[in-house]
C-alpha cells in the first residue's frame, strides 16, 4: 500500500468519524458502557482475589513442634536452616519457657499448671511463608528432618481458599470473554448503521475497482478511533469512581478503626486498566467495523 | 477481448437471465444490446462486470475468465472496465471534480495524474465549469456526464452503459449517445443496454437482440427490430 492511500484512508476516517457525529456518539456510548461494565468486573475480581491472598497470608501459620527431649544444639540447628530457608518470610523460635507463659496467660484457672515445669511442654517454631502455595512441598520436607517432631498448619482452611481462588479467577475469565464478545456484537450492530448508510458508496467503489481492502481501512481506522476515545474516556471515569471509593472505605475503616476490605492503590493498578481498556476498545472498533463491512463488500 | 461460450445465468430463483449466449466482442466496437424488459440485458453486463457469475459456459473479458476467478482479482478486472447506470450513481456529499477524482484516488493513481485528469474527462463530456457543483445542483444529463467522466477518467479499454439514458428526455439521450460514439471513436469499446429504439436504429451499429435470455439477432449496422 502507498504512503499516500494510507494518508488517504487516516483522513477518511477521521473525516467519518467526524462526519457521522451522530453515530459516532452512539457507538462510543456502547463501547464506553461495555467497557465500564467490564472494569468494574475486573476490579472487582482483582480486588476480592487480592483480599483473599491477603487473608491466606494471615491465616499460613506454619507450627513446627521438637521432640520433647531434643538437644538445644540440634534445635539451634534446625532454627538456622528455617531462618535460611529462601521460603520462609519469618521465623519466631517459641522456647518452653515462653510456651510455658502463654499456656499459663491462657488458661482461666493457673493452679491447673501448679506442679509442672516448662519441661513438659515442647519448643517450636512459628514460621509466615513467602508464598503460601510452597507450603506443602516445605512441611513435607521439614516433617522429615531429625528432631522435628510435628507440624501444624491450617491445611484444610488453604486448601479451601485456594480452589475459591481457582473458581473465581476461572469464573471471571469465563464472564470476561463473555462480555467481550457481547460487547463486540453491539458495538458491531451500531457501526453497520453506519455503514448501511453508506452501502451506496461502497457500491461504487467496488464497481470502480476499489479493493476490499481499500474500502474496510477507513471503516477500521473508524472503529479504531472510537475504540480508543472510549478507552480513554472509560479509564477516566473508572478512575473517579475508583478514588472515590477508596476514599470512602478508608475513612470507614478510620472510623471503624479497622477494614474487611483492602484496595490496591490505583496507582498500581491503573497502567493495567488502561492497556486492558485500550486492547479490548481497539479490538472492539476493529473486529465490529470489519463485521458491518464484510456483507456489503459482495458485489 | 470479450467472449461468451454458450452462456447461460439461471438465478437462484429459477429465473434465466441468459440462455446459451455466444459472441465475441472485438476491441474499439460500439456494440448496442436490445430486447423486451427481462430479456436479460443487463444479465449480460453484469456478467462481464463479475457482478454474476455465469452458471453455465465460459466468459472472457480482457484475459480474465469471469466464469474461473479468484474474488481478489475482481478489483483488477473492473479497473479496465467503465460503468455507467440509469441511475447516474454519484455520490451526493462530494463535488463533481470529487466524484471523478474519487475514481483515481481508488486506484491509488498519483495525485499529480489526478489534477491533470480530471479536467481532461470533465472537458470531455463538457462539463468544466460545473466542478465545483454538487450532484444535486445538476440537471439528470448533466449527471450522466459527470458519471461517464468518472467512468472515463481511468482510461478503461471497455465503457459498460446499461440504460444510460432511461431517465433522459429525447434530446439529452440523443447528446448522451453521441457522446458515447465519441468514447468510442477515441478507440473504447462500448457497449450499451437500451430501449432507445429511434437511436439505434439512427445510429446503425452492431446490435444484439435479447429475447427470453436468448440471442435472437446480432447484426452489423443493423436496427432496434432487426427486421430487415
Ligand atoms: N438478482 C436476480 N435474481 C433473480 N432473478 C433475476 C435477478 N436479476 C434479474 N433476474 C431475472 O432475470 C431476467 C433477466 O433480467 P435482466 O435484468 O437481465 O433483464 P433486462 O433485459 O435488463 O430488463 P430491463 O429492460 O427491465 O432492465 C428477468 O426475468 C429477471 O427477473
Ligand atoms: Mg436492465
Redesign the interface.
Known amino acids: 500500500m502507498k504512503l499516500r492511500t494510507i494518508k488517504y484512508m487516516i483522513r477518511e476516517g477521521f473525516s467519518n468519524t467526524y462526519k457521522n457525529l451522530l453515530m459516532t456518539l452512539a457507538s462510543l456510548t456502547m463501547v464506553i458502557s461495555s467497557l465500564l461494565i467490564f472494569g468494574i468486573f475486573l476490579l472487582v475480581t482483582i480486588i476480592l482475589s487480592f483480599n483473599l491472598k491477603q487473608m491466606e497470608k494471615q491465616i499460613a501459620e506454619v507450627v513446627i513442634w521438637l521432640d520433647k527431649d531434643i538437644a538445644p544444639l540440634q534445635a539451634d540447628d534446625i532454627e538456622l536452616m528455617l531462618k535460611n530457608d529462601e521460603r520462609v518470610l519469618k521465623c519466631d523460635r517459641i522456647t518452653k519457657e515462653q510456651a510455658f507463659a502463654e499456656l499459663n496467660e491462657a488458661l482461666e484457672d493457673p493452679s491447673l499448671l501448679e506442679g509442672y515445669t516448662p519441661e513438659f511442654l515442647s519448643e517450636s517454631f512459628r514460621l509466615r511463608m513467602k508464598d503460601v502455595a510452597q507450603i506443602d512441598e516445605f512441611t513435607e520436607e521439614i516433617r522429615a528432618v531429625t528432631g522435628v517432631e510435628d507440624i501444624d498448619f491450617p491445611k484444610d482452611f488453604l486448601d479451601k481458599l485456594s480452589l475459591i481462588l481457582k473458581w473465581i479467577n476461572a469464573g471471571s475469565m469465563f464472564i470476561l470473554a463473555l462480555l467481550l464478545i457481547i460487547s463486540v456484537s453491539i458495538i458491531s450492530n451500531t457501526i453497520k448503521l453506519t455503514v448501511y448508510a453508506r452501502r451506496k458508496e461502497i457500491g461504487i467503489m467496488k464497481y470502480i475497482g476499489a479493493t476490499d481492502w481499500f474500502i474496510r481501512w477507513p471503516f477500521i481506522i473508524e472503529g479504531i478511533i472510537i475504540g480508543l476515545v472510549g478507552a480513554v474516556v472509560s479509564f477516566v471515569i473508572t478512575g473517579y469512581l475508583y478514588n472515590a471509593l477508596e476514599t470512602y472505605i478508608n475513612s470507614e475503616a478510620v472510623i471503624s478503626g479497622m477494614s474487611l476490605i483492602r484496595m490496591l492503590p490505583l496507582k498500581d493498578i491503573g497502567g493495567q486498566i488502561l492497556f486492558v481498556y485500550i486492547i479490548i476498545g481497539v479490538v472492539m472498533g476493529t473486529v465490529g467495523s470489519i463485521i458491518s463491512v464484510r456483507k456489503h463488500l459482495n458485489v | 477481448m470479450i467472449e461468451f461460450k454458450s452462456v447461460t445465468k439461471r438465478y437462484s430463483n429459477g429465473a434465466i437471465g441468459l440462455q446459451d449466449a455466444s459472441f465475441t466482442i472485438e476491441k474499439g466496437e460500439f456494440v448496442f444490446v436490445v430486447g423486451p424488459s427481462g430479456s436479460g440485458k443487463s444479465t449480460l453486463l453484469k456478467l462481464i462486470?463479475h457482478?454474476e457469475v455465469p452458471t453455465e459456459g465460459e466468459v472472457y473479458v480482457n484475459g480474465f475468465s469471469i466464469h474461473n476467478m479468484r474474488?481478489?482479482e475482481i478489483?483488477?478486472?473492473?479497473?479496465g472496465?467503465g460503468?455507467v447506470f440509469q441511475d447516474f450513481?454519484l455520490?451526493p456529499n462530494k463535488t463533481v471534480y470529487d466524484n471523478v477524482a474519487?475514481?483515481m484516488?481508488?486506484?491509488?493513481a498519483?495525485?499529480k495524474e489526478i489534477r491533470r485528469q480530471v479536467p481532461v474527462a470533465l472537458a470531455l463530456v463538457g462539463l468544466s465549469k460545473k466542478a465545483k457543483a454538487y450532484p444535486d445542483q445538476l440537471s439528470g444529463g448533466e449527471q450522466q456526464r459527470v458519471s461517464l467522466a468518472?467512468a472515463l477518467v481511468?482510461n478503461p479499454s471497455i465503457l459498460l452503459a446499461d440504460e444510460p439514458t432511461g431517465n433522459l428526455d429525447p434530446a439529452i439521450s440523443r447528446e448522451i449517445m453521441y457522446l458515447l460514439d465519441e468514447i468510442n471513436q477515441r478507440g473504447t469499446t462500448v457497449i450499451v443496454a437500451t430501449h432507445e429504439k429511434s437511436l439505434v436504429d439512427e445510429m446503425e451499429k452492431r446490435v444484439i437482440s435479447l429475447d427470453y435470455g436468448r440471442i435472437v439477432h446480432d447484426v452489423q449496422k443493423g436496427n432496434y427490430t432487426n427486421e430487415a
Open positions: 462486470l457482478e474474488r481478489s478489483p483488477y478486472l473492473r479497473r472496465l460503468v450513481r455520490l474519487f475514481a484516488q481508488i486506484v491509488e498519483q495525485p468518472r481511468n
